[in-house]
């Protein structure tokens, strides 16, 4: 029989437990959640013309009939380095296909703003026309805008789609003749998250959002550190005009993915500031992680010489003024300039993503000084390394301990059987040592981010039981989130994911719903549940942690069963008493190969139901392969 206390324990479960990892990786950010459906808008990819398409172009001639597209590099310092030059030969109908990230995914009745910068150089082409297709060369909408100037000006254009389609591409067509140049040519949906113009896919931010996630980590992962140092994420880079953000090639381009893809580039549309800002609209705090002068280790691993760290770390302080710092600062400035006079009270910042060794912690110290000295509110996250064993990450944490580190952050990406093995992970960890941030984790089917992996039941049952040992370790685990965020279906390099989509749709795994519903049930103190008085980790295939919420005065009891058998509850509520009335969620199924899909995105979601408390005991019974979560009044 189990029994669960109501006595305070005094251990808080901190509102950052459940959080989100976001990393621009199988096309979450460009091609997934930031909505510009143009492939290489400014034509910086390192081919130029990528995403282009001259249907009309004969690539044996020196020229083709009614024009042609060459790419100008300009000579200046600026960041924003290539245009297009478009000549238009005759007044045959010069046109251009653009294919988007795998198609584009647009919806009868939708609104779209096209943009484009254009300067005429010769001639007069009178008209450029926007036209969205399908495969078979069918209108599905259009609109079109009048060049008038000589010099650089924007035009915007806003029409409706007649149809929807997931692979539509966008073909532009020229009419009148000369020479002319064009960069910045977008095209946005109208209904973005918030309406924000030039915004963000509502229907991905919207799975994000019901998260109601404790934190949000960003921009990644591996991108962070780059393949190398001229490759890192640099953060300056991705705020102030979309126009000026500097593109990179995404680390997650052909080499060192599973599954390449040559054409993935950052273009930083989702930057910084809408980081901050998509923080802010989930009520989640921003936990930015910044690269540490190591390129990623398992890549060259190149490293800044010490003497040289100077301007990573100015970094970090300069980040923390752009988050936190008044108007009349730098960089607050240029947050007040993009719209946000407010500070947005950032209180984490990551140095270092997976890095691992003494050249990792010889970085850090650095990193560490200057923060506290400048900033001592800022809690800093450190690293551990991508593995949650080992010599590396046993040397990393001792050095961590001894310098009082305040949170480090751990990475484990294991099979299902080793989430059910270690829901006892944390209960040795030192209560007085530096808190943990699971800040990613994923049970893997196959083999570590293996192409076969499966977000099946399995995986999200078995990551269930082990978050009840997150959960009854809350004195010393603050964070956690799972990893990776999302995938485009056609477009994707590691897998398991949490969120899949295509270009029109999307959906939680099971993973996700396992997510959602700890994160939607977080609770505010731990209480004590146990089992002949010790806990449950694991017989009989049972596994379980107790919470109560101070706000909803709740007794909230999460409790999965991975075995094969159903099994009668019997919990007896000791230490104080609660209403009759049990909201009970249920999720799972005996088929522990099964999944969610764009077909039956809720196949595998909790159902909600009922139980009741008679005499302080609550009796359930618990289907074999499930996770239920009893809500009790108090
Ligand atoms: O989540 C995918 C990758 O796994 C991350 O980029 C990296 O931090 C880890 O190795």
Redesign the pocket.
Known sequence: NLVVDLTDMGIEIQPTMYGI?F?D?NFAADGGLYAEMIKNRSFEFTLPKTGWVEPNSDRHSYNNESGILSVIKYSGEGTNHNFARVEVKNDEGYVLINEGFRGMGVKEGAQYDFSVNAAKRSGDIQKIKLQVIDSLDNVLGETSISPDSDSWKTYESTFEVSKTEMKAKVKITFEGEGEIDLDMISLFPQDTWKGRKKGLRKDLVQLLDDLNPGFLRFP??????GRTLARRYQWKKTVGDIEDREILVN??NTEFAHRPTPDYYQSFGLGFFEYFQLSEDMGAEPLPILGCGIACQ?NTGELVPMDELGPYVQDALDLIEFANGDTNTPWGQVRADMGHPEPFNMKYIGIG??QWGPVYIERYKVFEQAIKSKYPEIIIVSGSG?FPEGDYFEYGWEQLKQMNAEIVDE?Y?KPPEWFRENADRYDSYDRNGPKVFA??Y?AQTVAI?SPENKNNWESALSEAAFMTGLERNAEVVHLTSY??LMAHADGWQ?TPDMIWFNNLESFGTPNYQVQKMYSTNPGTDLLKITEDGDKIIGKDGLYASAVKDENTNELIIKVVNTSEQSQNLSVEIAGGSVNDNVTVLTMGMDDLEAENSFEEPMKISPKEGTASVNGNVLEAEIPSMTFSIYKISM
């Not at 990644?220 to 550190?225: A, F, S």
Request: net charge negative; charged share 20%.
């Open positions: 990892f990393e990786i990644g992962g591996c991108i962070v550190e680390r997650w398992f993503n997976e991508p990475h990406y800040g990613e994923a981010a990893a990776p590691w």
